[in-house]
T-cell receptor
Framework: SQQGEEDPQALSIQEGENATMNCSYKTSINNLQWYRQNSGRGLVHLILIRSNEREKHSGRLRVTLDTSKKSSSLLITASRAADTASYFCATDAGGDYKLSFGAGTTVTVRA | DAGVIQSPRHEVTEMGQEVTLRCKPISGHNSLFWYRQTMMRGLELLIYFNNNVPIDDSGMPEDRFSAKMPNASFSTLKIQPSEPRDSAVYFC???????????FGQGTRLTVV
């Protein structure tokens, strides 16, 4: 079964707007990662946040983590058409080397 | 580095045939994962290896699926016999135990007719 669940399943926004998506997970984690998948391609790592961190930034990306609620959010600011992709959260519970992925959020940025 | 290399990129086969998917991980990475992606089930972890040893194959759907990693630079996922419900995109990913992010290949799109 999947560890993470993203919300919403799909998101359509205008270029320049912000996109926010959420991820909930079930068990304790060492870290949570976000990946992007462009159509027909493999997943690409975007950003990682450790369990003892609450917020992290990378360029136009902002990730938050609330371990008490077992949830994370990914914010993409000033979206561009090139941000059109599916975004997945993945949890690393550690010790067993596994990365478990959620179902993903499909983001469409309209020009 | 060329990244994780998978072959073939596309495979169309008839039901009942044997299918072998191949993966070359990034040099130096000691963990390797096989995932399957479908619209219905999303991204499923099938099996992962650490230092060429299978650690957990609980995600392998059934005995028709098998995976091997004979050395640090090569892994195969075999389906025998294949069925139409095996149609999916199969991804291989690798990572270094000193880092936490995984690097994915471009995937193999398998169609079983």
């Amino acid at each position: 079964s999947q560890q993470g669940e993203e919300d919403p399943q799909a998101l359509s926004i205008q270029e320049g707007e912000n996109a926010t998506m959420n991820c909930s997970y079930k068990t304790s984690i060492n870290n949570l990662q976000w990946y992007r998948q462009n159509s027909g391609r493999g997943l690409v790592h975007l950003i990682l946040i450790r369990s003892n961190e609450r917020e992290k930034h990378s360029g136009r990306l902002r990730v938050t983590l609330d371990t008490s609620k077992k949830s994370s959010s990914l914010l993409i600011t000033a979206s561009r058409a090139a941000d059109t992709a599916s975004y997945f959260c993945a949890t690393d519970a550690g010790g067993d080397y596994k990365l478990s992925f959620g179902a993903g959020t499909t983001v469409t940025v309209r020009a | 580095d060329a990244g994780v290399i998978q072959s073939p990129r596309h495979e169309v086969t008839e039901m009942g045939q044997e299918v072998t998917l191949r993966c070359k991980p990034i040099s130096g990475h000691n963990s390797l994962f096989w995932y399957r992606q479908t619209m219905m089930r999303g991204l499923e972890l099938l099996i992962y290896f650490n230092n060429n040893v299978p650690i957990d194959d609980s995600g392998m759907p059934e005995d028709r699926f098998s995976a091997k990693m004979p050395n640090a630079s090569f892994s195969t996922l075999k389906i025998q016999p294949s069925e139409p419900r095996d149609s999916a995109v199969y991804f291989c990913a690798s990572k270094d135990s000193w880092r936490t992010e995984a690097f994915f290949g471009q995937g193999t799109r398998l169609t079983v007719v």
